[in-house]
């Protein structure tokens, strides 16, 4: 007979569902604030001015930490630019050239969520950026 999982087995983040009764944990409630941060921006993305780092689309739903090379042009289209780590601000790729088409907005924090390195996943060396 299998074992069911005790409570050592599931994450803190995940610990009630939604139909719970009684006041929310505190780490429910930062669960809850970042999944709510990271609706307001996807729906209402802060407008990239062409300095400082990009919210940029990666593949379906994702969306990487761009930052473009210092010396273009503000209103340069593609934008050449870099992905980096949206933690350790590390690059992870070579130099890309991104359409502004593919540019969600300017970096916030929120966007982390929807990033390779929260998934646990590495970005393909032969990404391309193309429309």
């Not at 007979?1 to 006041?23: D, L, N, S």
């Not at 130099?95 to 929260?118: E, Q």
Request: aromatic fraction near 6%; charged fraction near 20%; hydrophobic fraction near 35%.
């Amino acid at each position: 007979m299998a074992v069911p999982p005790g409570p050592q087995f599931v994450t803190p983040r995940f610990r009630r569902c939604g139909h719970g009764t009684g006041p929310m944990h505190p780490d429910d409630q930062e669960a809850v604030a970042e999944f709510t941060a990271l609706l307001a921006a996807r729906q209402q993305p802060t407008p990239w001015t062409g300095r400082g780092d990009a919210a940029v689309q990666v593949g379906g739903r994702g969306v990487e930490r761009g930052r473009p090379l210092p010396d273009q042009p503000l209103d340069a289209d593609p934008v050449a630019l870099v992905l980096i780590h949206p933690d350790t601000e590390g690059a992870l790729t070579g130099v890309l050239h991104c359409p502004r088409s593919r540019i969600h907005g300017a970096w916030t924090g929120p966007y982390r969520l929807l990033t390779h390195a929260f998934a646990g996943r590495t970005i393909d060396p032969a990404i391309t950026l193309d429309a």
